[in-house]
């Protein structure tokens, strides 16, 4: 036996359980979304934005947005998935007239994209006040995302009550920490 392996052993045994806490903790915060606001009131908001992602995203956004009266902002998907909503979401943009409704496609297509897309809409047509509805675990990141592109708007997140799997919670910490560190919205 070589002397020293097992404090090596214990070593990395401890170095594991506390990588592992870490990333547990992470995804904790990440399945809990955080607290948005139960009720944005008429004529409160701008614009209602549905970020691009699970299809229970564009309901609530738009039933928002005719309630308050703000405009409607759909990002779309460029490649057709059901499990995106996109027949819903081009069906909605196709028959948009007017003000009432906006539909972009981001660039790049993610959701720093997507903040860069309702920055340059905000400045375009003056909304200091911006509703962002996303899935409960995608709250965190689009919201730091969102309020570093618009550092002057008041920006609301609400929640859509979506599937929430291992698989996104586990890629949500990884583009949370992406987020926070190296790719930066604006």
């Not at 779309?76 to 995106?84: C, D, K, N, V």
């Not at 911006?130 to 899935?135: F, G, H, K, L, P």
């Not at 929430?164 to 910490?173: D, G, H, M, Q, T």
């Amino acid at each position: 036996m070589v002397v020293g392996s097992g404090r090596l052993a214990v070593t990395g045994l401890a170095a594991a359980g506390v990588m592992l806490a870490v990333l547990g903790a992470a995804g904790w915060v990440v399945a809990q979304g955080g607290v948005a606001p139960d009720v944005v009131a008429a004529g409160e908001v701008d614009a209602v934005v549905a970020l691009v992602g699970d299809p229970g995203r564009l309901a609530p956004a738009a039933e928002l947005a005719e309630d308050t009266g703000a405009t409607l902002v759909i990002s779309q998907r460029t490649r057709a998935s059901a499990f995106y909503g996109v027949g819903d979401r081009r069906e909605r943009c196709a028959a948009a007239t007017g003000d009432g409704v906006v539909c972009f496609v981001s660039q790049p297509y993610a959701t720093r994209g997507e903040a860069r897309a309702v920055d340059r809409l905000a400045a375009a047509r003056g909304w200091d006040h911006v509703a962002v509805v996303t899935s409960r675990y995608h709250l965190r990141r689009a919201g730091l995302l969102v309020r570093q592109c618009l550092p002057n708007a008041q920006v609301d997140l609400i929640a859509a009550d979506d599937a929430l799997s291992p698989v996104k919670v586990a890629r949500e910490v990884v583009a949370l920490g992406a987020a926070v560190t190296i790719h930066r919205a604006c």
